[in-house]
Structure formats: structure tokens, C-alpha cells
């Protein structure tokens, strides 16, 4: 069966300094790899996802980057934080024969908190 | 990404009594209508989903009904329990972009 992680699961840090959130997928072959992050309150904002190897597109500019190493591992990073960076950031993945549509599967989440 | 609205944003229902949220889409041509409840400090779970080739769907407690005019889908909930509590997304056909989410909360 396919398994999703995702890690850390809490991030504390201070502004300015470095963000590495890593995301793996275990089960599954050549999925699409999405980013999210939920500020306070509930929506979802999509922040990048990926549909190959080096393959990032980026849904809104911001301080964040993604990359993707590997086939089933999708890194969202940051060279220096912002306050505004704070947030629940949830790594998703979908099969790549889903057609456009279909279930998205999500990782437990980071909880970032920037101060 | 296609939008949706989805209302109310908070709904509490006693414990026993059905709740009702709907998502408002806006491309005619979207086909797949998805719902995902979120728990506490979890990821969001796909809980059901619609094709635009039919009207309603069930599946135990949970149905989603889809009027394609009005462009419009509907999650409906019965004989709610205290773990129906959670947020609730609707989300656009690509599947990626999300409604705001409905808190639902179950009164004991």
C-alpha cells in the first residue's frame, strides 16, 4: 500500500534563518507531488507541485522553493524565514494516470512557527 | 485554479440530526466533485466523491448530491456523531484548489 511522510512534524524557528521540510511516498511510481499550507483559520493554498524529477512549478511567488531530488521525495525550503511563513504545511501526492482529477492522498502535516 | 465557494463556514448540528454543506463551482465543464474531512492536526482524507455523470452517491452515512444547472454540490451527513466533528473541504474539479472549509461541530 502507498504511504505518505512527511518530517518534522514541529518547526519552531526564528526569522531569518533556513526552512527544509522534506516529503517522501512510499508504493507508488511517478506520482505528482503537491505543497500546501494552511494558514490560521482553514484553507488550502496550493504552493508548488511537481510532476517529475526537477520538474517544480510554482502556484504563487512567495520567500518558499520546492525541489524534487527523487522520484517520490518533494522538499520545500526557504533560505530565510519569514513571520509570515508561520503555518500547517501539508505535502499531498496523486496518481500521475488520475487523468487531472481524482483523490489526492496527504502526509500528517508540519507545523511551522515562526517567531 | 477554478473557484469555489463553499458555505457555511461553521455549522453546529445536535448529535443524531444530518448537516448539510454545499459547494457553488464555477466552470460548467468541471466533472469530479470531491469532499475531504480534516481532523485535528491531521492531513485532509478524501471521504467521497462525485463523476458528472451522476446525481447523488452514498456511501453509509455520507451522500453527495450534484445539481450540474445550478452548479452546485452538496455533502450531507445523517445521524451525525460526536467524531463527524472536523473540518470539511470541497475542492474544484483539478482537484487541487480548495474551498475554505466548513467547521462542523456535533453537540452531545
Known amino acids: 500500500s502507498q504511504t505518505i511522510h512527511q518530517w518534522p512534524a514541529t518547526l519552531v524557528q526564528p526569522v531569518g534563518s533556513p526552512l527544509s521540510l522534506e516529503c517522501t511516498v512510499e508504493g507508488t511510481s511517478n506520482p505528482n507531488l503537491y505543497w500546501y499550507r494552511q494558514a490560521a483559520g482553514r484553507g488550502l493554498q496550493l504552493l508548488f507541485y511537481?510532476?517529475?524529477?526537477?520538474?517544480i512549478s510554482s502556484e504563487v511567488p512567495q520567500n518558499l522553493s520546492a525541489s524534487r531530488p527523487q522520484d517520490r521525495q518533494f522538499i520545500l525550503s526557504s533560505k530565510k524565514l519569514l513571520l509570515s511563513d508561520s503555518g500547517f504545511y501539508l505535502c499531498?501526492?496523486?496518481?500521475?494516470?488520475?487523468?487531472?482529477?481524482?483523490?489526492?492522498?496527504f502526509g500528517e502535516g508540519s507545523r511551522l512557527t515562526v517567531l | 485554479g477554478e473557484n469555489v465557494e463553499q458555505h457555511p463556514s461553521t455549522l453546529s448540528v445536535q448529535e443524531g440530526d444530518s448537516a448539510v454543506i454545499k459547494c457553488t463551482y464555477s466552470?460548467?465543464?468541471?466533472?469530479?466533485f470531491p469532499w475531504y474531512k480534516q481532523e485535528l492536526g491531521k492531513g485532509p482524507q478524501l471521504i467521497i466523491d462525485?463523476?458528472?455523470?451522476?446525481g447523488e452517491k452514498k456511501d453509509q452515512r455520507i451522500a453527495v448530491t450534484l445539481n450540474k444547472t445550478a452548479k452546485h454540490f452538496s455533502l450531507h451527513i445523517t445521524e451525525t456523531q460526536p467524531e463527524d466533528s472536523a473540518v470539511y473541504f470541497c475542492a474544484g474539479a483539478d482537484g487541487l484548489t480548495f474551498g475554505k472549509g466548513t467547521h462542523l461541530i456535533i453537540q452531545p
Open positions: 462525485i463523476r458528472s455523470n451522476v
Open positions: 511537481s510532476v517529475g524529477i526537477g520538474q
Open positions: 499531498a501526492w496523486r496518481k500521475r494516470t488520475s487523468g487531472g482529477t481524482g483523490e489526492l492522498f
Open positions: 466552470d460548467s465543464a468541471s466533472n469530479y
